[in-house]
């Protein structure tokens, strides 16, 4: 159903049709959002949003071109405030064929002269057209239209101009006479007997409309119980923004600083999902190919690191200097250079230190387990992920080869010499040889995990810290992070999920039945857990 067979269908059901006013597609949106039946075009909101006064200065285009956003970004059927056609009926037949063909649902066309004045302003010129004329425009859309569901409302400003109650009538009559789908009889009264009162004598079947701005006070149960069936809200919207807008930038012009203003506004992601950058990203990896910069990296550098002393006092592990850059700064040149430019950085202890421009930050409880610290940054891992700690320097020719594997899981593991380090990842594999004296070629070798921890047995390989998860691999550790959250029992060697490492949940995806796969390495990296890493950094760089 497109959104005038939508109108169509809800005025044949009982109740009023609650109608807010917008002016552009998110402003529609948001009328959608707030269980509206349907979205009013309005031209005083559309108006002022340029900034101009609703007087017929913004030309049909312009308010068209308002109008069309809104059916293009909310579900919801809009009616187009017309004013008054933009001219007599030869304009207005143009004016219908636009609006039809833009999806508007319906258009309400008023019986002020060209050019119009806004109902409410007071002392300025307001004359009514001629009552046959404003007939004519009523029958030029009837006569036009293509589909009869895309239906016109009929609206007289008798009572606006003063004009009167009995001529009000007699335009309404003559309006629903002449095949008006709706009248609307407008008011500035600050009470709704006026309208009331015209609903009471109203003895067309053409259902009412009213707008009431001005009789604030009348509910619409009140008003449909009167006679009314649509009741239009016609220009809140604009009216709150206003407000809410001076007030935050008020609050940024005086403080200089614009975290204060944090409880006006809403936060970034409200904002992403209201104007739809979610399906944005599932559009991608439906219709872009898949390529280097399908895949994100996330980096782990959350955590305080008591082994460095005043090293860290100020500043995370991953901002250490090693020869004049960071250690952060050197991991995204790598990954950069490896087709990688999506990197988003988990912070916590003395986070504002991390001051690199092209990373997104997210921050952590710096005392969670590592697992939380990734869980942060959830939102990116809907795509092929690379995850690696904050405190690891590595040759760039391990992403590459990280970046040519196929599996959900891949880690990259260490073969050398075991003895002597305790406290590292380590990892059994299922079919290492171990026969080589390590003289093998990288390429040749990939193998699958059973275990990984630090206390485990039989250890023939410590993680790195990098590994790669493919969108596959990303959702099953986010399922298996969801299943065991909020659980107070142990996870491997984890007292608990909120302090489980990454190693716990891999174990966890293992027991669960994923293949995790490794890759190896043989050296090629090292992680600054000592002041001896951090010289012998700078020593070998
Ligand atoms: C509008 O919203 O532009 C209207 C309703 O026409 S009112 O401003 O009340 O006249
Ligand atoms: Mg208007």
């Known amino acids: ?46 108006s002022a949003s340029h900034c101009v006064p609703d007087a017929n200065i913004l030309t049909m285009a312009d308010q068209l071109r308002a109008a069309a956003w809104m059916v293009k970004s909310s579900v919801l059927p809009v009616i187009a405030d017309c004013d008054n056609g933009y001219g007599n009926a030869i304009n207005v037949i ?9 999806g508007i649902a319906a258009v309400c066309i008023e019986d002020n002269v060209f050019p119009k004045r806004c109902s409410f302003y007071a ?18 859309v009837l006569a036009t239209r293509r589909s009869d569901d895309f239906m016109v409302i009929a609206r007289t400003e008798a009572l606006i101009a003063g004009w009167g109650m009995d001529e009000a009538l ?15 009889i407008h008011s500035k009264s600050p009470s709704a007997d006026e309208v009331m009162e015209f609903a009471r004598q109203w003895d067309r079947e053409a259902p009412l409309v009213c707008v009431p701005t001005i009789y604030k006070s009348a509910d619409a149960t009140s008003l449909h119980a009167g006679g009314f069936k649509v009741v239009i809200y016609a220009n809140h919207v604009l009216r709150s923004g206003i407000k809410a807008q001076r007030e935050a930038l008020a609050r940024i012009a005086r403080d200089q600083r614009c975290d204060t203003v944090d409880d006006l506004v809403v936060p970034l992601n409200d904002v992403y999902e209201l104007i739809g950058v979610p399906q944005m990203k599932a559009d991608e990896k439906s219709y872009l190919p898949a390529g280097g910069t ?15 002393g005043e090293l860290t006092k100020d500043r995370p592990k991953t ?12 991991q995204v040149e790598a990954l950069n250079s490896s087709g990688i430019k999506d990197i988003s950085v988990v912070v916590g202890w003395k986070k504002e230190a991390v001051t690199l421009p092209n990373v997104r930050k997210y921050a952590a409880d710096g005392s969670s387990g590592e697992m939380a610290s990734l869980m942060e940054a959830a939102d990116e891992l809907d795509r092929r992920t690379l995850v690696l700690y904050g405190d690891l320097l590595f040759d760039q020719e391990i992403v590459q080869r990280l970046l040519q594997t196929e599996g959900d899981v891949v880690l990259v593991v260490d073969r050398n010499d075991l003895e002597g ?14 026969d080589d004296n390590g003289r093998f070629l990288h390429g040749s070798r990939s193998d699958e995990l059973d275990s990984i921890g630090q206390k485990i047995d039989g250890a023939n390989g410590e993680w790195i810290g990098m590994l790669m998860l493919s969108e596959k691999g990303a959702a099953a550790l986010k399922a298996a992070w969801t299943d065991l959250e909020g659980g107070k029992g142990a996870v491997h060697e984890a007292a608990n999920i909120g302090a489980a490492a990454l190693t716990d949940l891999l174990q966890v995806l293992v027991e669960r039945g994923l293949t995790v796969n490794t890759i190896d390495t043989y050296k090629g990296w090292m992680e600054i857990d000592t002041f001896e890493d951090y010289q012998r950094a700078w020593a070998q760089l």
């Open 294 to 308: 399908a895949v994100g990296a996330i980096v782990l550098a959350a955590g305080a690191t008591p082994g460095l």
């Open 94 to 102: 143009h004016m219908v064929k636009a609006y039809e063909s833009e």
């Open 123 to 140: 002392g300025v010129r307001r004359e009514l057209a001629p009552v046959e004329e404003h007939a004519g425009k009523i029958e030029a």
């Open 421 to 434: 380090r305790p406290g590292r990842d380590l990892v059994r594999t299922r079919n290492a040889t171990g």
């Open 319 to 330: 901002m250490l200097d090693v020869k004049g850059k960071s250690i952060l700064a050197r």
């Open 1 to 46: 159903m497109d959104g005038k067979q939508r109108l169509r269908e809800r005025i044949g059901q009982p109740g009023p049709l609650l109608v807010a006013g917008a002016h552009d597609g998110l402003t529609a949106k948001l009328v959608e959002e707030a269980g509206f039946d349907a979205v009013w075009a309005s031209g005083f909101e559309i």
């Open 170 to 184: 007699m335009r309404g009559r003559a309006y629903a006479d002449a095949g008006a789908d709706f009248v609307l």
